[in-house]
């Protein structure tokens, strides 16, 4: 099956300390699932899960400062 039947999309989650975390999946949950693979359980504690945003890769540059 190609992966472009399976569109991934890029997704900014708010962390507690204020900063942003990037990630991507098909969907919110789908990212976050990926992120938990690469994150800690203590890092994944500091992400508000239900806060989110979608982005475009065009849109990133305005979010780089936001970044932790």
């Not at 472009?4 to 969907?27: D, I």
């Not at 989110?52 to 780089?64: A, D, I």
């Amino acid at each position: 099956m190609s992966s472009f039947s399976n569109p991934h999309y890029m997704y900014l989650f708010s962390m507690k300390n204020g900063k942003k975390k990037l990630a991507y999946g098909r969907n919110p949950q789908d990212a976050l699932e990926i992120l938990a693979m690469r994150l800690s359980p203590s890092e994944m504690e500091s992400i508000v899960k239900d806060d989110c945003e979608r982005v475009n890769q065009r849109q990133l540059q305005k979010f780089v400062h936001l970044l932790g």
